[in-house]
């Protein structure tokens, strides 16, 4: 049976991932889920070096 992924990749400005490449953040992806090499519409990340710390929640402080 096959099934079919997306995902979104992160990269400097001026680089080309190769096809190679793509596949195997993609690979990550499957095995993973979403990660900062490679992630989905439904899990975002931020750019490099604009991460913040996650807010707290339930009200703990």
Not at 30 to 51: K, M, S, V
């Amino acid at each position: 049976m096959r099934s079919w992924l997306a995902g979104l990749l992160l990269i400097t400005a001026g680089n080309r991932p190769t096809g190679e490449e793509g596949k195997a953040r993609l690979e990550v992806l499957a095995q993973h889920g979403a990660t900062i090499d490679a992630f989905t519409f439904a899990e975002p990340f931020p750019p490099p070096g604009t991460l913040r710390p996650p807010a707290p929640s339930g009200g703990q402080r």
